[in-house]
DNA sequence: TTCGGAACTGCAACGTGTTTCTATTATGAC
DNA sequence: GTCATAATAGAAACACGTTGCAGTTCCGAA
Protein backbone atom coordinates (compact mmCIF):
# COMPACT_ATOMS: atom_id res chain seq x y z
CA UNK A 1 0.00 0.00 0.00
CA UNK A 2 2.26 2.88 1.26
CA UNK A 3 5.14 3.27 0.28
CA UNK A 4 7.77 3.98 3.39
CA UNK A 5 8.77 8.05 3.57
CA UNK A 6 12.36 7.92 4.87
CA UNK A 7 12.81 9.25 8.48
CA UNK A 8 13.66 12.30 6.75
CA UNK A 9 15.31 15.13 8.19
CA UNK A 10 12.82 18.46 6.78
CA UNK A 11 9.48 18.14 6.22
CA UNK A 12 7.40 20.34 4.31
CA UNK A 13 6.18 22.40 6.95
CA UNK A 14 8.92 22.01 9.71
CA UNK A 15 6.74 21.49 12.98
CA UNK A 16 8.45 19.68 15.48
CA UNK A 17 11.68 17.48 16.52
CA UNK A 18 12.01 14.30 15.10
CA UNK A 19 10.76 12.57 17.52
CA UNK A 20 7.48 14.32 16.98
CA UNK A 21 7.26 13.95 13.50
CA UNK A 22 8.05 10.49 13.76
CA UNK A 23 4.70 9.90 16.12
CA UNK A 24 2.92 11.99 13.79
CA UNK A 25 3.77 9.65 10.83
CA UNK A 26 3.37 6.75 12.88
CA UNK A 27 -0.45 8.30 13.62
CA UNK A 28 -1.18 8.79 10.04
CA UNK A 29 0.50 5.42 9.09
CA UNK A 30 -1.57 3.23 11.76
CA UNK A 31 -4.96 6.06 10.80
CA UNK A 32 -4.56 4.95 7.03
CA UNK A 33 -4.14 1.04 7.51
CA UNK A 34 -6.79 0.19 9.99
CA UNK A 35 -9.01 3.03 7.38
CA UNK A 36 -7.66 0.29 4.92
CA UNK A 37 -8.89 -2.75 6.60
CA UNK A 38 -12.44 -1.78 7.78
CA UNK A 39 -12.91 1.91 6.43
CA UNK A 40 -14.69 4.85 8.53
CA UNK A 41 -15.86 3.18 11.52
CA UNK A 42 -12.67 0.81 12.08
CA UNK A 43 -10.31 4.12 12.99
CA UNK A 44 -11.03 4.07 15.87
CA UNK A 45 -9.16 6.60 18.50
CA UNK A 46 -7.88 4.05 21.37
CA UNK A 47 -6.90 1.45 18.38
CA UNK A 48 -5.10 4.43 15.99
CA UNK A 49 -3.34 5.40 19.51
CA UNK A 50 -2.07 1.40 20.21
CA UNK A 51 -0.74 0.75 16.76
CA UNK A 52 0.79 3.95 16.88
CA UNK A 53 2.07 3.13 19.93
CA UNK A 54 0.98 6.35 21.72
CA UNK A 55 -1.45 7.33 24.76
CA UNK A 56 -4.71 8.47 23.57
CA UNK A 57 -4.32 11.76 25.33
CA UNK A 58 -1.27 11.89 23.01
CA UNK A 59 -3.02 11.10 19.69
CA UNK A 60 -5.85 14.39 20.39
CA UNK A 61 -2.37 15.85 21.32
CA UNK A 62 -1.50 15.83 17.63
CA UNK A 63 -4.82 15.32 15.70
CA UNK A 64 -7.94 17.26 17.82
CA UNK A 65 -10.72 15.00 16.45
CA UNK A 66 -11.19 11.91 14.25
CA UNK A 67 -12.22 14.14 11.35
CA UNK A 68 -9.08 16.43 11.40
CA UNK A 69 -6.95 12.87 11.45
CA UNK A 70 -8.99 11.74 9.04
CA UNK A 71 -8.49 15.04 6.43
CA UNK A 72 -5.04 14.65 7.50
CA UNK A 73 -4.46 11.21 6.24
CA UNK A 74 -6.37 12.69 3.44
CA UNK A 75 -4.14 16.05 2.32
CA UNK A 76 -0.99 13.15 3.10
CA UNK A 77 -1.77 10.61 0.61
CA UNK A 78 -2.75 13.15 -1.90
CA UNK A 79 0.49 14.62 -1.08
CA UNK A 80 2.65 11.65 -1.84
CA UNK A 81 0.84 11.06 -4.72
CA UNK A 82 1.53 14.16 -6.33
CA UNK A 83 5.24 13.61 -5.35
CA UNK A 84 5.46 10.35 -7.29
CA UNK A 85 3.24 11.56 -10.14
CA UNK A 86 3.38 15.21 -10.07
CA UNK A 87 6.67 15.11 -12.19
CA UNK A 88 5.97 14.47 -15.88
CA UNK A 89 3.48 16.66 -17.45
CA UNK A 90 0.16 15.39 -17.77
CA UNK A 91 -0.38 13.14 -21.04
CA UNK A 92 -3.29 14.49 -23.58
CA UNK A 93 -3.50 16.92 -26.01
CA UNK A 94 -6.49 18.72 -24.86
CA UNK A 95 -7.92 20.02 -21.73
CA UNK A 96 -10.81 17.81 -21.04
CA UNK A 97 -8.02 14.59 -22.53
CA UNK A 98 -5.41 15.74 -19.81
CA UNK A 99 -8.13 16.18 -16.87
CA UNK A 100 -10.20 13.08 -17.88
CA UNK A 101 -6.76 11.15 -18.03
CA UNK A 102 -6.03 12.46 -14.71
CA UNK A 103 -9.55 11.84 -13.07
CA UNK A 104 -9.28 8.20 -14.17
CA UNK A 105 -6.13 7.62 -12.91
CA UNK A 106 -6.69 9.51 -9.34
CA UNK A 107 -10.58 7.50 -9.29
CA UNK A 108 -9.00 4.26 -10.21
CA UNK A 109 -6.34 4.41 -7.25
CA UNK A 110 -9.31 5.22 -5.07
CA UNK A 111 -11.46 2.83 -6.21
CA UNK A 112 -8.85 0.38 -5.82
CA UNK A 113 -8.66 0.71 -1.71
CA UNK A 114 -12.32 1.18 -1.09
CA UNK A 115 -12.34 1.33 2.52
CA UNK A 116 -9.53 4.13 3.03
CA UNK A 117 -11.38 5.62 0.16
CA UNK A 118 -14.73 5.43 2.22
CA UNK A 119 -13.18 6.57 5.43
CA UNK A 120 -11.69 9.67 4.02
CA UNK A 121 -13.97 11.13 2.13
CA UNK A 122 -16.97 10.65 4.72
CA UNK A 123 -14.47 12.03 6.97
CA UNK A 124 -14.13 15.10 4.34
CA UNK A 125 -17.75 15.72 3.76
CA UNK A 126 -18.66 15.32 7.52
CA UNK A 127 -15.91 17.72 8.36
CA UNK A 128 -17.24 20.86 10.17
CA UNK A 129 -15.71 24.50 10.29
CA UNK A 130 -12.85 23.79 12.69
CA UNK A 131 -11.34 21.45 9.89
CA UNK A 132 -11.14 24.50 7.60
CA UNK A 133 -7.59 24.77 7.40
CA UNK A 134 -6.88 20.99 6.77
CA UNK A 135 -10.07 20.68 4.58
CA UNK A 136 -8.52 24.10 2.94
CA UNK A 137 -5.23 22.06 2.43
CA UNK A 138 -6.95 19.68 0.52
CA UNK A 139 -8.76 21.73 -1.71
CA UNK A 140 -5.55 23.36 -2.97
CA UNK A 141 -4.51 20.12 -4.29
CA UNK A 142 -6.76 19.34 -6.08
CA UNK A 143 -7.30 22.60 -7.61
CA UNK A 144 -3.49 22.45 -8.43
CA UNK A 145 -3.85 18.91 -9.70
CA UNK A 146 -6.37 19.98 -11.80
CA UNK A 147 -5.27 23.56 -13.17
CA UNK A 148 -2.14 21.85 -14.20
CA UNK A 149 -4.28 19.13 -16.01
CA UNK A 150 -6.15 21.97 -17.96
CA UNK A 151 -2.49 24.09 -18.90
CA UNK A 152 -0.94 21.11 -20.09
CA UNK A 153 2.75 21.38 -21.31
CA UNK A 154 1.96 25.15 -20.87
CA UNK A 155 1.92 24.93 -17.26
CA UNK A 156 4.82 26.19 -15.49
CA UNK A 157 5.93 25.67 -11.24
CA UNK A 158 4.57 28.72 -9.08
CA UNK A 159 2.85 30.43 -12.03
CA UNK A 160 -0.89 32.23 -11.17
CA UNK A 161 -3.59 30.10 -13.19
CA UNK A 162 -6.42 32.26 -14.30
CA UNK A 163 -9.44 32.70 -12.19
CA UNK A 164 -11.36 31.22 -15.33
CA UNK A 165 -9.51 28.26 -15.14
CA UNK A 166 -9.39 28.38 -11.28
CA UNK A 167 -13.04 28.40 -11.79
CA UNK A 168 -13.27 25.60 -13.83
CA UNK A 169 -10.78 23.71 -11.90
CA UNK A 170 -13.25 24.01 -8.49
CA UNK A 171 -16.41 23.02 -10.46
CA UNK A 172 -15.03 19.73 -11.99
CA UNK A 173 -13.43 19.24 -8.56
CA UNK A 174 -17.15 19.52 -7.26
CA UNK A 175 -18.07 16.78 -9.14
CA UNK A 176 -15.68 14.64 -8.57
CA UNK A 177 -16.22 14.54 -4.71
CA UNK A 178 -19.62 14.12 -5.34
CA UNK A 179 -19.19 11.24 -7.97
CA UNK A 180 -17.02 9.82 -5.13
CA UNK A 181 -19.46 10.00 -2.42
CA UNK A 182 -21.82 8.62 -4.52
CA UNK A 183 -19.35 5.46 -4.99
CA UNK A 184 -18.95 5.14 -1.49
CA UNK A 185 -21.93 4.72 -0.39
CA UNK A 186 -23.25 2.53 -3.02
CA UNK A 187 -25.05 4.63 -5.36
CA UNK A 188 -22.90 4.42 -8.11
CA UNK A 189 -21.05 1.99 -9.48
CA UNK A 190 -17.03 2.95 -10.75
CA UNK A 191 -18.69 2.78 -14.12
CA UNK A 192 -21.15 5.40 -13.21
CA UNK A 193 -18.79 7.53 -11.46
CA UNK A 194 -16.38 7.18 -14.44
CA UNK A 195 -19.23 7.93 -16.90
CA UNK A 196 -20.54 10.59 -15.21
CA UNK A 197 -17.20 13.27 -14.81
CA UNK A 198 -16.63 12.20 -18.52
CA UNK A 199 -19.57 13.93 -19.14
CA UNK A 200 -18.86 16.99 -16.58
CA UNK A 201 -15.53 17.36 -17.98
CA UNK A 202 -16.73 17.53 -21.49
CA UNK A 203 -19.69 20.04 -20.72
CA UNK A 204 -17.05 22.77 -18.60
CA UNK A 205 -13.90 22.31 -20.72
CA UNK A 206 -15.22 23.21 -24.68
CA UNK B 1 -44.00 -5.10 4.56
CA UNK B 2 -47.05 -3.56 5.48
CA UNK B 3 -50.74 -5.15 4.04
CA UNK B 4 -53.55 -3.53 3.76
CA UNK B 5 -54.48 -0.80 6.38
CA UNK B 6 -57.90 0.10 6.85
CA UNK B 7 -58.34 3.26 8.69
CA UNK B 8 -56.45 5.97 7.04
CA UNK B 9 -57.98 7.89 4.23
CA UNK B 10 -55.29 9.33 2.35
CA UNK B 11 -51.97 10.05 2.63
CA UNK B 12 -49.45 10.82 -0.11
CA UNK B 13 -48.03 7.44 0.50
CA UNK B 14 -49.68 5.20 2.56
CA UNK B 15 -48.03 4.34 5.49
CA UNK B 16 -49.42 3.63 8.62
CA UNK B 17 -52.52 4.95 10.67
CA UNK B 18 -53.29 8.47 11.54
CA UNK B 19 -51.32 8.10 15.10
CA UNK B 20 -48.43 6.74 12.95
CA UNK B 21 -48.69 9.53 10.35
CA UNK B 22 -49.01 11.69 13.58
CA UNK B 23 -45.87 10.47 15.12
CA UNK B 24 -43.41 10.18 12.23
CA UNK B 25 -44.87 14.49 11.94
CA UNK B 26 -43.89 14.99 15.22
CA UNK B 27 -40.66 13.52 14.76
CA UNK B 28 -39.60 15.49 12.09
CA UNK B 29 -41.24 18.27 13.25
CA UNK B 30 -39.20 18.11 16.59
CA UNK B 31 -35.77 17.34 14.52
CA UNK B 32 -36.32 20.49 12.49
CA UNK B 33 -36.85 22.82 15.62
CA UNK B 34 -33.95 21.40 17.24
CA UNK B 35 -31.84 21.54 14.33
CA UNK B 36 -32.74 25.24 13.58
CA UNK B 37 -31.62 26.06 16.74
CA UNK B 38 -28.53 24.40 17.30
CA UNK B 39 -27.27 22.51 14.10
CA UNK B 40 -26.42 19.07 13.69
CA UNK B 41 -25.06 18.66 17.21
CA UNK B 42 -28.34 19.70 18.98
CA UNK B 43 -30.12 16.73 17.74
CA UNK B 44 -29.42 14.53 20.08
CA UNK B 45 -31.34 11.33 19.83
CA UNK B 46 -33.10 11.84 23.00
CA UNK B 47 -34.18 15.15 22.68
CA UNK B 48 -35.92 14.70 19.67
CA UNK B 49 -37.58 11.72 22.06
CA UNK B 50 -38.68 13.57 24.32
CA UNK B 51 -39.58 17.06 22.07
CA UNK B 52 -41.72 14.53 20.24
CA UNK B 53 -43.25 13.12 23.06
CA UNK B 54 -42.58 9.50 22.08
CA UNK B 55 -39.93 7.04 23.71
CA UNK B 56 -36.46 6.91 22.53
CA UNK B 57 -37.46 3.19 21.65
CA UNK B 58 -39.91 4.63 19.24
CA UNK B 59 -37.95 7.39 17.68
CA UNK B 60 -35.80 4.07 16.34
CA UNK B 61 -38.64 2.51 15.30
CA UNK B 62 -39.49 5.57 12.33
CA UNK B 63 -36.14 6.25 12.08
CA UNK B 64 -33.45 3.68 12.44
CA UNK B 65 -30.48 6.25 13.07
CA UNK B 66 -30.02 9.67 13.36
CA UNK B 67 -28.79 10.06 9.48
CA UNK B 68 -31.37 8.60 8.34
CA UNK B 69 -33.74 11.12 11.05
CA UNK B 70 -32.23 14.28 9.43
CA UNK B 71 -31.95 13.36 5.60
CA UNK B 72 -35.98 12.29 5.98
CA UNK B 73 -36.26 15.76 7.37
CA UNK B 74 -33.98 17.11 4.19
CA UNK B 75 -36.45 15.43 2.23
CA UNK B 76 -39.79 16.98 4.08
CA UNK B 77 -38.20 20.36 3.42
CA UNK B 78 -37.85 19.94 0.41
CA UNK B 79 -41.47 18.84 -0.54
CA UNK B 80 -42.90 21.29 1.48
CA UNK B 81 -40.70 24.13 -0.49
CA UNK B 82 -41.77 22.02 -3.70
CA UNK B 83 -45.23 22.10 -2.42
CA UNK B 84 -45.18 25.72 -2.89
CA UNK B 85 -42.79 27.11 -4.90
CA UNK B 86 -44.01 24.51 -7.63
CA UNK B 87 -46.52 25.68 -9.16
CA UNK B 88 -45.91 28.22 -11.62
CA UNK B 89 -42.97 27.68 -14.11
CA UNK B 90 -40.29 29.43 -13.03
CA UNK B 91 -39.15 32.78 -14.50
CA UNK B 92 -36.36 33.41 -16.70
CA UNK B 93 -35.86 33.19 -20.67
CA UNK B 94 -32.95 31.19 -21.14
CA UNK B 95 -31.93 27.85 -19.13
CA UNK B 96 -28.98 29.61 -16.98
CA UNK B 97 -31.39 32.24 -16.50
CA UNK B 98 -33.55 30.13 -14.79
CA UNK B 99 -31.86 27.70 -12.96
CA UNK B 100 -29.64 30.73 -11.48
CA UNK B 101 -33.02 32.05 -10.62
CA UNK B 102 -33.66 28.79 -8.69
CA UNK B 103 -30.85 27.99 -7.13
CA UNK B 104 -30.30 31.58 -5.72
CA UNK B 105 -33.87 31.44 -4.57
CA UNK B 106 -33.01 28.24 -3.04
CA UNK B 107 -29.77 29.22 -1.52
CA UNK B 108 -30.72 32.11 0.31
CA UNK B 109 -33.49 30.11 1.58
CA UNK B 110 -31.59 27.96 3.07
CA UNK B 111 -28.82 30.46 4.07
CA UNK B 112 -31.82 32.01 5.99
CA UNK B 113 -31.42 29.15 8.43
CA UNK B 114 -27.81 28.16 8.76
CA UNK B 115 -28.06 25.86 11.55
CA UNK B 116 -31.23 23.69 9.82
CA UNK B 117 -29.01 24.18 6.73
CA UNK B 118 -25.83 22.71 8.33
CA UNK B 119 -27.29 19.52 10.31
CA UNK B 120 -29.26 18.96 6.87
CA UNK B 121 -26.04 19.01 4.82
CA UNK B 122 -24.11 17.08 7.28
CA UNK B 123 -26.30 14.36 7.50
CA UNK B 124 -27.04 14.14 3.55
CA UNK B 125 -23.07 14.32 2.82
CA UNK B 126 -21.94 11.80 5.89
CA UNK B 127 -25.09 9.07 5.18
CA UNK B 128 -23.99 5.66 4.23
CA UNK B 129 -25.10 3.10 2.19
CA UNK B 130 -27.81 2.32 4.37
CA UNK B 131 -29.73 5.37 4.07
CA UNK B 132 -29.64 4.82 -0.26
CA UNK B 133 -33.19 5.11 -0.34
CA UNK B 134 -33.87 8.48 1.17
CA UNK B 135 -30.58 9.80 -0.31
CA UNK B 136 -32.21 8.84 -3.87
CA UNK B 137 -35.39 10.29 -2.63
CA UNK B 138 -33.88 14.15 -2.15
CA UNK B 139 -31.66 13.51 -5.64
CA UNK B 140 -34.65 12.94 -7.58
CA UNK B 141 -35.84 16.13 -5.72
CA UNK B 142 -33.11 17.86 -6.63
CA UNK B 143 -32.86 16.95 -10.77
CA UNK B 144 -36.65 17.15 -10.96
CA UNK B 145 -36.35 20.74 -9.74
CA UNK B 146 -33.44 21.61 -11.89
CA UNK B 147 -34.89 19.87 -14.54
CA UNK B 148 -37.73 21.41 -14.25
CA UNK B 149 -36.09 25.06 -14.63
CA UNK B 150 -33.86 24.17 -17.33
CA UNK B 151 -37.36 23.30 -19.44
CA UNK B 152 -38.84 26.13 -18.09
CA UNK B 153 -42.32 26.58 -19.65
CA UNK B 154 -41.82 23.31 -22.52
CA UNK B 155 -42.05 21.40 -19.32
CA UNK B 156 -44.63 19.23 -18.92
CA UNK B 157 -45.31 17.25 -15.74
CA UNK B 158 -44.69 13.38 -16.20
CA UNK B 159 -42.64 13.87 -19.40
CA UNK B 160 -39.04 12.36 -19.05
CA UNK B 161 -36.47 14.65 -19.33
CA UNK B 162 -33.76 14.06 -21.92
CA UNK B 163 -30.77 12.38 -20.74
CA UNK B 164 -28.64 15.70 -21.29
CA UNK B 165 -30.89 17.28 -19.17
CA UNK B 166 -30.37 15.00 -16.56
CA UNK B 167 -26.71 15.12 -17.27
CA UNK B 168 -26.65 18.80 -16.85
CA UNK B 169 -29.18 18.70 -13.93
CA UNK B 170 -26.68 16.47 -11.86
CA UNK B 171 -23.68 18.66 -12.74
CA UNK B 172 -25.33 21.44 -11.08
CA UNK B 173 -26.74 20.08 -8.00
CA UNK B 174 -23.03 18.43 -7.66
CA UNK B 175 -21.72 22.24 -8.02
CA UNK B 176 -24.38 23.51 -5.73
CA UNK B 177 -23.99 20.64 -2.97
CA UNK B 178 -20.50 20.94 -2.89
CA UNK B 179 -20.88 24.71 -2.90
CA UNK B 180 -23.36 24.49 0.30
CA UNK B 181 -20.76 22.47 2.34
CA UNK B 182 -18.45 25.04 1.85
CA UNK B 183 -20.28 27.53 3.01
CA UNK B 184 -21.31 25.28 6.14
CA UNK B 185 -17.86 24.48 7.02
CA UNK B 186 -17.60 28.63 6.70
CA UNK B 187 -14.58 28.13 3.83
CA UNK B 188 -16.65 30.29 1.56
CA UNK B 189 -19.45 33.47 1.92
CA UNK B 190 -22.93 33.52 0.88
CA UNK B 191 -21.25 35.60 -1.79
CA UNK B 192 -18.85 33.21 -3.05
CA UNK B 193 -21.39 30.49 -2.96
CA UNK B 194 -23.83 32.73 -5.26
CA UNK B 195 -21.03 33.73 -7.72
CA UNK B 196 -19.25 29.99 -8.01
CA UNK B 197 -22.86 28.64 -8.87
CA UNK B 198 -23.34 31.23 -11.24
CA UNK B 199 -20.14 30.32 -13.35
CA UNK B 200 -20.75 26.73 -12.86
CA UNK B 201 -24.18 27.50 -14.75
CA UNK B 202 -23.03 29.45 -17.50
CA UNK B 203 -20.08 27.04 -17.80
CA UNK B 204 -22.63 24.38 -18.26
CA UNK B 205 -25.27 25.51 -20.06
CA UNK B 206 -24.35 27.07 -23.20
C1' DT C 1 -66.58 -8.02 23.78
C1' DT C 2 -62.53 -10.54 23.90
C1' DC C 3 -58.12 -11.91 22.31
C1' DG C 4 -53.48 -11.96 20.18
C1' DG C 5 -49.97 -9.51 18.27
C1' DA C 6 -47.94 -5.23 17.13
C1' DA C 7 -46.59 -0.76 18.84
C1' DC C 8 -45.23 2.02 22.61
C1' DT C 9 -42.98 3.36 27.10
C1' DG C 10 -39.34 3.70 30.39
C1' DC C 11 -35.08 2.48 31.49
C1' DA C 12 -30.72 0.27 31.70
C1' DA C 13 -26.61 -0.85 29.31
C1' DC C 14 -23.01 -0.82 25.74
C1' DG C 15 -19.56 1.26 22.37
C1' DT C 16 -16.82 4.77 20.86
C1' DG C 17 -15.40 9.78 20.48
C1' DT C 18 -13.75 13.05 23.69
C1' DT C 19 -12.12 15.11 28.09
C1' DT C 20 -9.61 15.16 32.28
C1' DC C 21 -6.24 14.14 35.68
C1' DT C 22 -1.94 12.47 37.86
C1' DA C 23 2.48 10.49 37.60
C1' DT C 24 6.36 9.97 34.67
C1' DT C 25 9.63 11.12 31.09
C1' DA C 26 11.93 13.89 27.59
C1' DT C 27 13.82 18.53 26.28
C1' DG C 28 16.22 22.66 26.35
C1' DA C 29 18.27 26.73 28.99
C1' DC C 30 21.72 27.77 32.08
C1' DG D 1 24.84 18.36 35.34
C1' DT D 2 20.47 20.70 37.19
C1' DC D 3 16.22 22.39 36.89
C1' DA D 4 11.85 24.21 34.89
C1' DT D 5 8.78 23.23 31.52
C1' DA D 6 6.48 20.73 28.05
C1' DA D 7 5.19 16.32 26.33
C1' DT D 8 3.68 11.62 27.16
C1' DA D 9 1.65 7.52 29.40
C1' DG D 10 -2.06 5.42 31.59
C1' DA D 11 -6.47 5.25 33.03
C1' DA D 12 -10.84 6.87 34.54
C1' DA D 13 -14.89 9.36 33.40
C1' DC D 14 -18.30 11.66 30.49
C1' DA D 15 -21.51 12.28 26.30
C1' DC D 16 -24.36 10.66 22.99
C1' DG D 17 -25.77 7.23 19.37
C1' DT D 18 -27.58 2.85 19.61
C1' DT D 19 -29.46 -1.60 21.40
C1' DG D 20 -32.13 -4.63 24.38
C1' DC D 21 -35.76 -5.74 27.37
C1' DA D 22 -39.95 -6.08 30.58
C1' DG D 23 -44.17 -4.32 31.13
C1' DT D 24 -48.18 -1.69 29.18
C1' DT D 25 -51.30 0.02 25.71
C1' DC D 26 -53.44 0.09 21.28
C1' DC D 27 -55.77 -1.99 17.33
C1' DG D 28 -57.98 -5.01 14.23
C1' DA D 29 -60.12 -9.59 13.74
C1' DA D 30 -63.16 -12.94 15.33
Given at each position: ?23 RR ?10 SS ?169
Amino acid sequence: MRILTTTNSLTTDDLGSAAQRDRRRRILDATIALASSGGFDAVQMRAVAEQADVALGTLYRYFPSKIHLLVSALARTFEDTQTIVGRKPVPGDTPSERVIYVLRRATRGMQGDANLTEALTRAFMFADASVATEIHVVGMQLTTMLTRSIKGEAYVEGEQPSDEDVAIARVISDVWLSALVSWVTGRASAEDVADHIETAVRLVLR
